[in-house]
């Protein structure tokens, strides 16, 4: 079946403007995460969603990250004024239920000039 | 709060040898652990779960790991390398306290498999 899916592969922008990455989970699954990888600090967790709502938020790095959830499905990850150090792979991972295995998406490399 | 360690950031084996990447983990309750793997330009695939059945936990392409309590290790290995093991591997740790699974990962160890 389908996995985890997530757009554009890669995005290469300028210092300054907004950024809109997407995910589409697998198809059920009601939970869904954000995570950043970079090289200065590896992994990170970002957003917790079940459903709709983001009980957890804890993990984005400032005001200009923002994540919504549609439909229980498609979630967009947005990065207003862009900076340098927003460069790096943001992962998308979706799980059946809110304590089951998560499975990843290829993620979206994110440049920023 | 729950941490992990991963010793050694880079690891070679040879082909047919014995494959051992070392995690360590903190945590002040009883933890979830994870190992995945990520192949160049993919996203992180699960190699096996550690959730408080049997310690000696077996996964994916003949991988498998122990939990050990008393030394808050869960390291992975594999008895004979293939030259299709090279990439990075990523252990983690869950941090269920807010009732979800909330992945704390380590550095990452990238494992190279040379002939």
């Known amino acids: 079946g389908a996995g985890v899916s997530q757009s554009p592969s890669n995005k290469v922008t300028e210092k300054g403007k907004d950024v809109e990455l997407r995910c589409d989970p697998i198809s059920g699954h009601t939970a869904l995460y954000w995570y950043r990888q970079s090289l200065g600090q590896g992994l990170e967790f970002l957003i917790y969603f079940q459903g709709n709502s983001a009980p957890d938020k804890s993990g984005l790095p400032s005001d200009r990250f923002s994540a919504e959830r549609t439909g229980g499905s498609v979630s967009t990850l947005t990065i207003q004024r862009t900076q340098q150090e927003d460069s790096a792979v943001y992962l998308c991972a979706s799980s059946l239920l809110i304590q089951e295995t998560q499975y990843f998406g290829p993620g979206t490399r994110l440049l920023v000039l | 709060a729950q941490s992990v360690t991963q010793l050694g950031s880079h690891v070679s084996v040879s082909e047919g040898a014995l494959v051992l990447l070392r995690c360590n983990y903190s945590s002040s309750v009883p933890p979830y652990l994870f190992w995945y793997v990520q192949y160049p330009n993919q996203g992180l695939q699960l190699l096996l779960k550690?959730?408080?059945?049997?310690?000696l936990v077996k996964g994916i392409n003949g991988f498998e790991a122990e939990f050990k309590k008393s030394e808050t290790s869960f390291h992975l290995t594999k008895p004979s390398a293939h030259m299709s093991d090279a990439a990075e591997y990523f252990c983690?740790?869950?941090?269920?306290?807010?009732?979800?699974?909330?992945?704390?990962f380590g550095a990452g160890t990238r494992l190279a498999v040379h002939p």
């Open positions: 983690a740790v869950s941090d269920q306290r807010g009732g979800y699974n909330k992945l704390i």
């Open positions: 550690y959730t408080s059945a049997a310690t």
